[in-house]
């Protein structure tokens, strides 16, 4: 059974910092794309940022670069965000993706993530 946990996730205030985890399990890790989305009340699901399966290649969503920072540890099974200097406009539910091709696509249930002061 395959499961995607998302943990890190709380209140915290503008300017703060959190580091978002995703535990994976019952995928071989090291194959599959992994990707932040964040949820936001009344918003589509947005792409925050994308890692391959090597961590040769990352991208970001326009509004978190330079902020946000994606990794992974395929020894872990773990994907991670770094998020920095976070704003109101942050706050959402973050959720993590897992990719592996056709047919091959898992999300976790999110965590939440409130900024404000």
């Known amino acids: 059974q395959v499961q995607l946990v998302e943990s890190g996730g709380g209140l915290v205030q503008p300017g703060g910092s959190l580091r978002l985890s995703c535990a994976a399990s019952?995928?071989?890790?090291?194959?599959?794309?992994m990707s932040w989305y964040r949820q936001a009340p009344g918003k589509e699901r947005a792409l925050v940022a994308v890692?391959?399966?090597?961590?040769?290649?990352?991208n970001y969503g326009d509004a978190v670069k330079g902020r946000f920072t994606i990794s992974r540890d395929n020894a872990k099974n773990t994907v991670y965000l770094q998020m920095n200097s976070l704003k109101p406009e942050d706050t959402g539910v973050y959720l993590c993706?897992?990719?592996?091709?056709?047919?091959?696509?898992?999300w976790g249930q999110g965590t939440q993530v409130t900024v404000s002061s």
């Open positions: 890692i391959n399966s090597i961590s040769a290649y990352t």
């Open positions: 993706y897992a990719w592996g091709g056709v047919g091959l696509s898992y």
């Open positions: 019952g995928v071989t890790f090291s194959n599959y794309v």
